[in-house]
Nanobody, 127 residues
Framework: QVQLVESGGGLVQAGGSLRLSCVAS????????VAWFRQSPGKEREFVAA????????RYIDSVKGRFTISRDDAKNTVYLQMNSLKPEDTAVYYC????????????????????WGQGAQVTVSS
């Protein structure tokens, strides 16, 4: 069983930055692709960013391109989401998700393809 724990959320003013961390309790973290999703009140959960097993392939939703960066440090079993130039519309609970994959280049924006989920971290951006 893989456990994911997010941290780094909080309250920030528009234009500010936050870095979310997702730590996985698994022996071979390098076998997992990881993604970030977010959900605002009254809205469906949406894909934000994903990174493949090696870290060489990433994918972002258009609204965060150029502002958010996903990265990973397998030595620390950790995936990060650096969020810059935050906007009020980025306010949401952010979830880390992981999928055990065989294909090294695999990334996906589809939530149902990720087996493991964290508990979520609240990000609030004030205007």
């Amino acid at each position: 069983q893989v456990q994911l724990v997010e941290s780094g959320g909080g309250l920030v003013q528009a234009g500010g930055s936050l870095r979310l961390s997702c730590v996985a309790s698994v022996r071979t973290f390098s076998n997992y692709a990881v993604a970030w999703f977010r959900q605002s009140p009254g809205k469906e959960r949406e894909f934000v960013a994903a990174i493949n097993r090696s870290g060489g392939t990433t994918r972002y939703i258009d609204s965060v391109k150029g502002r958010f960066t996903i990265s990973r440090d397998d030595a620390k079993n950790t995936v990060y989401l650096q969020m810059n130039s935050l906007k009020p519309e980025d306010t949401a609970v952010y979830y880390c998700a992981a999928a055990l994959v065989g294909a090294s280049l695999w990334v996906s924006p589809i939530s149902s393809q990720y087996e493991y989920w964290g508990q979520g971290a609240q990000v609030t951006v004030s205007s």
